[in-house]
């Protein structure tokens, strides 16, 4: 009898180690398989910051363009691609009214603006208007004046025309007009650096919008 339970204890034993060699074996495979399902969930978040990061802008581009439109471009790209991303300048397109080399902001809208006409009297059109035969009265009279400015169209050729305006001030000029998509009105110069009420007084008669 004694004999017989030293050999129940030791089946008892061997069965016990049997037992926590399979829960080692089968907890060692759970470990590693939440380590590999993790592991795609990691990198998925990675891509996605990847992707995040590679940066684009959304610009609206408006004005003297083939096809006006929001587009989007690579960030540190210039103000020259997204012009031409619309199509290119049209005909009538004064592209010395914009900064071509400025980089692209998000959000931002580019206006092209188109170039001023410039109307030429007919010979003789004094005389015909009311001047004499003879032209006396035609060329005694005064000179027509000038046509206001247009703030958003001028080049900066025509606003250094303007009286008080100096180069630097009709830089600040255009990249008003650029941030801002033009003016909404005459009244609006004013918030321009360097411009101030007497300065707006002096221009509210020789612009326009």
Known sequence: MPDLSRRQLAVYVAGLAAVLVLGARYLGHGSSGTHAAAAPREGDGQIRVERASSGRVFVHVAGAVRNPGVY????GARV???????GGASGRADLAGVNLAAKLEDGRQIVVPLRARTSVPAAG????????AGGVSGASGAAPAAAPVNLNTATP??????????PATVQKIVEYRQQHGGFGSVEELGQVSGIGDKRLAALRDQVQV
């Open 80 to 86: 020259a691609d997204a012009v031409e991303r619309a």
């Open 72 to 75: 989007r471009l690579a960030a």
């Open 157 to 166: 050729e025509q606003l250094d025309t303007l009286p008080g305006v100096g």
């Open 125 to 132: 059109g004094l005389a015909a208007a009311g001047g004499t």
